[in-house]
């Protein structure tokens, strides 16, 4: 099998898992006599858009840029 071959059996079977996984939590929600959850969009968690606080970045170092007060290589 190719990669790509192997990429789509993938998708498939992910895809196929997503759907009894669904329809398995609609039947526990049945037999439980509540409603069924919602899709995706009701797990999407709300992002802010008001920035950080920048003293949660105080004494970090920038990721791949190394310390301060080291020189690159």
Request: no cysteine.
């Amino acid at each position: 099998m190719s990669l790509q071959d192997d990429l789509t059996a993938v998708r498939r079977n992910l895809d196929e898992l997503t759907r009894k996984v669904e329809r398995l939590e609609q039947q526990a929600a049945a037999a439980r006599g509540k409603p069924a959850p919602a899709p995706d969009p009701s797990r999407m968690v709300p992002v802010p858009d008001t920035p950080y606080d920048s003293t949660l970045w105080t004494d970090s170092d920038d990721e791949g840029l190394g310390a301060r007060d080291r020189r690159a290589p």
